[in-house]
């Protein structure tokens, strides 16, 4: 059963970077043709997608976001990592990593992590 | 690229059918398979209930079902549970080789 589990830091200045790492068990986040995504929800808010790695390096992001975002992938630790450039009080939500299935749907899903921007 | 458009709420009895709509554009749900439905209870990471339209993972309740016509993406709930009582998400992956979600909708059993 493969288990995802967010980490790093829940307070973040303004203007600062944001960064968060997704940690991977249960399986080689190399086996299988799968992407490994963020999705970021504000409190009360909707899901938002942020961006997707393959473990080749290959990454796909959101428009919205694309020039702030920058994510990567560590296959020796099974894991995959989130930076988000020059924060604001709008960035603050919960953080989650995920799975792409081989259907482009998010099969498997880490609990999340706020993180808050405040100075 | 704009989120798709989900009512905001939708309310049924126990027992009860309802249908959540998901509203998007040639270039995500109607021109691709790949939408997706998602369960989020508060406080919870999603939950995925419906995959490429209208496949159900294992584990997922037969009285989850999901179709589209056009545009359009409905998430239908037969026999209303309380424990269906959640907010609910589609996605779809788009022509820009990226993925949106929809508005979300909270369904509340009355």
């Known amino acids: 059963q493969v288990q995802l589990q967010e980490s790093g830091p829940g307070l973040v200045k303004p203007s600062q970077t944001l960064s968060l790492t997704c940690t991977v068990s249960?399986?080689?986040?190399?086996?299988?043709?799968?992407?490994w995504s963020w999705i970021r929800q504000p409190a009360g808010k909707g899901l938002e997608w942020i961006g997707r790695?393959?473990?080749?390096?290959?990454?796909n992001y959101n428009p919205s976001l694309k020039s702030r975002v920058t994510i990567s992938v560590d296959t020796s630790k099974n894991q995959f990592s989130l930076k988000l450039s020059s924060v604001t009080a709008a960035d603050t939500a919960v953080y989650y990593c995920?799975?792409?299935?081989?259907?482009?749907?998010?099969?498997?899903w880490g609990q999340g992590t706020l993180v808050t921007v405040s100075s | 690229q704009s989120a798709l458009t989900q009512p905001a709420s939708v309310s049924g009895s126990p027992g009860q059918s309802i249908t959540i709509s998901c509203t998007g554009t040639?270039?995500?749900?109607?021109?691709?398979?790949?939408v997706s439905w998602y369960q989020q209870h508060p406080g919870k990471a999603p939950k995925l209930m419906i995959y490429?339209?209208?496949n159900r993972p294992s584990g997922v309740s037969n009285r989850f079902s999901g179709s589209k016509s056009g545009n359009t993406a409905s998430l239908t709930i037969s026999g209303l549970q309380a424990e269906d009582e959640a907010d609910y998400y589609c996605?779809?992956?788009?022509?820009?080789?990226?993925?949106?979600f929809g508005t979300g909708t909270k369904v509340t059993v009355l």
């Open positions: 995920a799975r792409v299935g081989l259907v482009w749907s998010f099969d498997y």
């Open positions: 249960g399986g080689s986040i190399s086996s299988g043709s799968y992407y």
């Open positions: 790695i393959y473990t080749s390096g290959s990454t």
């Open positions: 040639s270039s995500d749900v109607g021109g691709y398979n790949y």
């Open positions: 490429e339209v209208s």
């Open positions: 996605s779809s992956y788009t022509s820009s080789s990226t993925h949106v």
